[in-house]
């Protein structure tokens, strides 16, 4: 089992940054790809990027390719995301996501085993 708590969510303008963070505890990190994930009011939860267990491998939503970035540091358990030139439709409940079974990370929620709290990240324009 891991544990999963993300941070650095806040409040910025349009065409700001901000890194998210998720730490990793319990159970070995560099056995899980790992994904992020958001969630807007009213919409689906939907895949952000994702990235292998070893750090390789990214794929990134088309909404988000060029501007945010996926990365891991094994050996402190922590999953990151770099958001940069950020837009309002950006504004959602960010969650980390752990993929037991995949190498690189799936792109469905329901394939995640384990799931962070959330972490809101609001974009004004």
């Known amino acids: 089992q891991v544990q999963l708590v993300e941070s650095g969510g806040g409040l910025v303008q349009a065409g700001g940054s901000l890194t998210l963070s998720c730490a990793a505890s319990g159970d070995t990190f560099s056995s899980y790809a790992m994904g992020w994930f958001r969630q807007a009011p009213g919409k689906e939860r939907a895949s952000v990027a994702r990235i292998s267990r070893s750090g390789g491998n990214t794929v990134y939503a088309n909404s988000v390719k060029g501007r945010f970035s996926i990365s891991r540091d094994n050996a402190k358990n922590t999953l990151y995301l770099q958001m940069n030139n950020l837009k309002p439709e950006d504004t959602a409940v960010y969650y980390c996501?752990?993929?037991?079974?995949?190498?690189?990370?799936?792109?469905?929620?329901?394939?995640?085993?384990?799931w962070g709290q959330g972490t809101q990240v609001t974009v004004s324009s």
């Open positions: 996501a752990a993929d037991r079974d995949s190498l690189s990370g799936s792109y469905y929620p329901n394939d995640y085993d384990y």
